[in-house]
């Protein structure tokens, strides 16, 4: 591969974070283990921009996991933030901020009749499981090999994104009888689930899924999937949970749900609706968030929930979330897509390419994936050269096979262009 001298200012910041932060990052993907070379240390970012501290500019397809659907430092949530700044950076107390969101999520899904900021989407996952529980009355719950819900010690079983780039998708450190209530099956596998209410309907409080899950990269549900998970509990009083963080205001302005028409009972978001800032939310039908402390004897708290400067930054971002925006991400994804389907058939390398909207993932393995037994037949160390590669020529895709590249409205044409053709370098070299 062409290029591969790391970035001083990078390589000399990653040995100092190694010494004082476990694997020198906050969040274990973010290491590059998966891809080799050395982490690129971020110093700002502007629209689909991310500068690096050597000064090394990249097309981001990461925006920060998600949230940065309208591009980096847009100028109005950056106006949003400033001025909520000045007002204080947290209260404890409630503000009509808050409830201003509150009302703009519930109008966004027709589903959600009560919602309760949180910090993040692991807090939410955590948060609507609970309120499952204790509005069923039931223990066990039901999550899909392969979909990440964030780290709290009950999901951690099975999980994909990065406990399943580091093989670890069952963490140590989760007691045996915590993960005991977690079963799992195979997503996209109605009758797998149909059977499991027929065995254990009765103990089941909740089945919590990735409508499109982004985390064993995206992989699209088959048709009639979802609307199979919302029946199978209500046939046996169960809560359906669609964790929508990732998919929320990203597939459609109303997520996966208002993409299908479906109404699950409970939803959880994050990403997005946060505009960049720790925030995130569960929300669903009233008689479940009537369960919530005060109302209800599920108790869920937080001192930052709902936190002002995150809220503006919110309210700023879902603000701009209309026709035009989704209409040009429908764009420039199908030009990535096809893109990189067409520099892939000008190789015999076994890839395919998976989208839904602006999510996408390039899978070296051979299509279509639809669970993770066959994510997990992807050719890791061919996807690391890639990365490596796209990397080296100023394109930063996620840097794991099984995490889903994400594009915003700031994406030119001409970006898109520019990555299609390093790509289409990169898959040749692969080759050799
Ligand atoms: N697990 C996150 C993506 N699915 C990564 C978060 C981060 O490293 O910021």
């Not at 283990?33 to 990249?58: C, H, M, Q, S, W």
């Not at 499952?132 to 979909?147: L, N, P, Q, W």
């Not at 992989?219 to 046996?236: H, M, Q, S, W």
């Not at 015999?348 to 639809?370: N, W, Y």
């Amino acid at each position: 591969m062409s290029q591969r001298t790391e970035p001083a200012a990078s390589s000399a910041l990653f040995a100092r974070a190694e010494r004082v932060i476990p694997g020198g990052v906050n969040s274990p993907v973010r290491a590059f283990r998966a891809v080799g070379g050395t982490p690129r240390f971020i110093a700002r970012a502007e629209g689909a921009y991310l500068y690096d501290e050597d000064n090394i500019k990249y097309v981001d397809y990461i925006g920060s996991w998600g949230p940065m659907i309208l591009g980096h430092a847009h100028p109005d949530v950056v106006r949003a933030i400033q001025s909520a700044a000045t007002r204080g950076t947290s209260y404890g107390a409630p503000t009509a901020l808050e409830v201003q969101f509150a009302e703009t999520i519930v109008s966004l899904y027709p589903s959600i009749e009560m919602v309760r900021a949180v910090s993040s989407g692991t807090e939410a996952t955590m948060a609507a499981i609970r309120a499952a529980r204790g509005y069923t009355g039931r223990d066990v719950i039901i999550k899909f090999e392969g979909c990440y819900h964030g780290h709290a010690d009950f999901l951690l079983v099975k999980a994909g994104s990065g406990a399943a780039t580091f093989g670890v998708p069952d963490s140590a450190g989760v007691p045996a009888a915590t993960a005991a209530n977690t079963l799992t099956l195979p997503f996209n596998d109605a009758s797998a689930l149909a059977s499991m209410f027929e065995l254990r309907g009765a103990e089941i409080a909740a089945v919590i899924v990735e409508p499109v899950v982004g985390n064993m990269g995206c992989v699209p549900p088959k048709e009639g999937f979802l609307a199979a998970i919302i029946d199978l509990c209500n046939r046996n009083n169960a809560v359906s949970i669609f964790d929508e963080v990732m998919t929320g205001c990203r597939v459609s302005k109303s997520g996966m749900q208002g993409r299908a028409g479906l109404s699950p009972d409970m939803t959880c978001l994050g990403k997005i609706i946060g505009g960049g800032m720790p925030l995130a939310a569960y929300g669903g039908r009233r008689v479940i968030m009537e369960k919530i402390a005060p109302l209800g004897p599920v108790y869920q708290a937080g001192t930052l929930s709902g936190n002002p400067i995150a809220v503006s930054a919110a309210l700023a971002t879902l603000n701009h979330l209309d026709d035009a925006l989704y209409e040009k991400l429908e764009r420039r994804g199908a030009q990535l897509e096809a893109g990189l389907n067409s520099a892939i058939a000008e190789t015999k390398i076994d890839a395919c390419v998976q989208r839904v909207g602006s999510m996408l993932t390039l899978f070296f393995a051979r299509g279509p994936i639809h669970n993770w037994d066959d994510a997990k037949r992807s050719n890791t160390a061919q996807f690391g050269r890639f990365h490596q590669g796209m990397l080296a020529r100023g394109h930063y895709f996620p840097p794991a096979q099984f995490e889903a590249a994400f594009i915003s409205g700031a994406h030119t044409e001409a970006d898109i262009a520019s990555t299609v053709k390093a790509a289409r370098d990169v898959l040749r070299e692969l080759e050799r």
